[in-house]
């Protein structure tokens, strides 16, 4: 059974940089195929995708976003966390990660964490 | 402004058929495949059409996905309250190498 968690602050400062890790089990990221994702839905708004990463340690990012994000693994802890900097109150969301047992452009999110809220307030 | 371009909303009567387009370009939809999401409120997103109109084994088959050039649609027959969601299209941007999703569409059943 593939069960993935988010985790980080739910509290975080204007201008701090923000760490969010998703913790998965049910699959190993090194093997052949597998990507994760970063997702996050503003208040009210809509999806929008932040990066990935795929098994081979490619990396994807929005482009909008890319000079503020990135993405790692750590296949031995089962972990994928994502680093955003520069916070701002607009980056106020619900933070996802997401599975695929995909990569590059067949890709799909087959399995989604609960999301975690992210709240960016002095 | 997202890439791909769906409907605000949609509304239909429970037993009804609703059908939510999702319109994109040729270095998106027009290349790749087409996955549909639905949100029921307050929860995640779950995975509904994969590959343009693959169901996982879960989804029941009143959902259902097409895709024609730039453009696909997700169609829900027999509705039911609990269908009341917003539902996501997305697929992947080649020009960019990113992944897109539609604004969303929010569906109503009466």
């Known amino acids: 059974q593939v069960t993935l968690r988010e985790s980080g602050p739910a509290l975080v400062k204007p201008t701090q940089t923000l760490t969010l890790t998703c913790t998965f089990s049910?699959?190993?990221?090194?093997?052949?195929?597998?990507?994760m994702s970063w997702i996050r839905q503003p208040p009210g708004k809509a999806l929008e995708w932040l990066a990935r990463?795929?098994?081979?340690?490619?990396?994807y990012y929005s482009t909008s976003l890319k000079t503020r994000l990135t993405i790692s693994k750590d296949t031995s802890k089962n972990q994928v966390v994502l680093t955003m900097t520069n916070m701002d109150p607009v980056d106020t969301a619900t933070y996802y990660c997401a599975h695929s047992s995909r990569v590059g452009a067949t890709a799909y999110f087959g399995l989604w964490g609960r999301g975690t809220l992210v709240t960016v307030s002095s | 402004q997202s890439v791909l371009t769906q409907p605000p909303s949609v509304s239909a009567a429970p037993g009804q058929k609703v059908t939510i387009s999702c319109s994109g370009s040729?270095?998106?939809?027009?290349?790749?495949?087409v996955s549909w999401y639905q949100q029921l409120p307050g929860t995640a997103p779950k995975l509904l059409i994969y590959?343009?109109?693959e169901r996982p084994s879960e989804i029941p088959d009143r959902f259902s996905g097409s895709k024609s050039g730039t453009s696909a649609t997700l169609g829900i027959t027999g509705l039911q309250t609990g269908d009341e969601a917003d539902y996501y299209c997305?697929?992947?941007?080649?020009?960019?190498?990113?992944?897109?999703f539609g604004g969303g569409t929010k569906l109503t059943v009466l």
């Open positions: 049910g699959f190993s990221l090194s093997t052949s195929g597998m990507s």
């Open positions: 997305g697929t992947w941007e080649t020009s960019l190498s990113v992944w897109v």
């Open positions: 590959d343009n109109n």
């Open positions: 040729s270095s998106n939809i027009g290349n790749n495949y």
């Open positions: 990463i795929d098994w081979d340690d490619d990396k």
